[in-house]
């Protein structure tokens, strides 16, 4: 019970159609099962109500809110109800994050469009929460929040929008840290590699017009440890670290989770 007591805001709390677990769900289903009560927020209602029903059958705590988080008035309204319904926010995990699945491409063949949306979902919907949870956060001397980046920061990944916001969203963080040190809220960001969830595994195999199965195989064979992608309880776990005690010492840390990825860059 590391978060008892605790209210967390996971954004991102559904997940993609397909196989397996998602980084954000999992991550809402282990704040739960350790004691927090989680607001799981989705732009898909029915995939983030699946979210709460799967924690109450353990006899969790949480609530499923809609939200497009690429609209301000949106992120302030989840805010309010999470705020109002529990009375605190402990914990703010921003999860949501597109690539392929919203346009992206490599340089030559990028879309306005594409980049705009993959902006508004990637970055600014990270801004806009930590805007409005900030003021609750420092009026209560205290709080953690968890940005979910990737690994695509630092290797050699082709898509021109997931890499430039997943690259500031690590710079964001770091300027939260230092920004409210002195308040007692922690911000810290998570690198994910190569992970075996829906959306990063079925969409690659819909986009590719590949099998399931030769896309893990492909991603598989490029992961040092073991030889095998992670999973979502992998960032789950990492995630739950960052938002204990057992890290109250720790702001403004980027934490790889891609199973020694990350050392193969230079």
Not at 197 to 217: I, L, Q, S, Y
Request: aromatic letters at 6%; glycine letters at 10%; hydrophobic letters at 45%.
């Amino acid at each position: 019970m590391r978060l008892k007591d605790r209210v967390a805001v996971v954004v991102g709390a559904g997940q993609s159609p397909g196989e397996g677990m998602g980084n954000g769900r999992a991550t809402a289903l282990t704040f739960a099962r350790e004691g927090a009560k989680v607001l799981c927020v989705d732009h898909n209602l029915k995939s983030a109500q699946e979210t709460v029903e799967m924690i109450g059958a353990n006899q969790g705590t949480a609530m499923a809110f809609k939200a497009d988080v690429t609209r301000e008035a949106e992120i302030k309204a989840m805010v309010a109800d999470v705020h109002g319904r529990w009375g605190r926010i402990d914990i703010l995990h921003n999860n949501v994050g597109v690539s392929l699945s919203g346009g992206d491409s490599e340089l030559l063949e990028l879309d306005e469009a594409a980049f705009d949306r993959c902006v508004a979902i990637n970055l600014k919907s990270c801004i806009f929460a930590a805007k409005h949870v900030i003021p609750i956060m420092r009026a209560q001397r205290s709080g953690s929040i968890i940005n979910i980046s990737s690994n695509a920061v630092i290797s050699t990944y082709p898509y021109v929008a997931y890499k430039a916001t997943k690259a500031a969203m690590v710079s964001f963080t770091e300027q939260l840290a230092y920004q409210n040190a002195e308040y007692g809220i922690r911000a810290n960001v998570i690198l994910p590699g190569l992970m075996n969830t829906p959306m990063a595994v079925d969409t690659r195999a819909r986009t590719f017009k590949k099998t399931r199965a030769e896309v893990e195989a492909e991603r598989d064979a490029k992961v040092p440890l073991r030889g095998k992608m992670g999973t979502g309880w992998d960032v789950a776990n990492a995630a739950l670290f960052l938002a204990s005690d057992e890290a109250s010492f720790i702001t403004g840390v980027t934490l790889p989770v891609d199973g020694g990825a990350g050392v193969r860059r230079g």
